[in-house]
């Protein structure tokens, strides 16, 4: 589960599933103070791109990154990734803070997104 999340060619194919979007680049470097940074084209829009900065990185168990809209949204937020193992299968626990209150309903709805695409790649 860490892997998928944290290497860029399975994070391409998972991360916009299911939204009509395409994840066109992943870039991960993976280490405390390593960027992320993803790319999405919307179908029939202008690219969106997420952009973040490796706070806490611990295979296979956990990741804190920073989490931006660069253009779209000025502040940055914090979003923490727990990956429970339960030997056959994993919680994933995703904790999203310092986000502005208008970005809210967006985000639950983008991360239950990514969620069922993280699934329907993994099956």
Known sequence: MFRAWTDPAQVKR???????WTTNRAEIDLRVGGRLLLGNQPSGGGAVV???EFVNVEPPNKLV???R?????????LV???FNDFGDKTEV?????RSPRAMAPGAIAGWKSAL???TSFLI
């Open 65 to 67: 990154y920073t989490w």
């Open 116 to 118: 069922e695409g993280l």
């Open 50 to 52: 997420i952009t973040g």
């Open 93 to 97: 626990v995703i904790t999203h803070e």
């Open 14 to 20: 998972w991360w916009s599933i299911g939204t009509g």
């Open 80 to 82: 923490t990734v727990e």
């Open 69 to 77: 809209f660069p253009g779209a949204v000025p502040e940055e937020s």
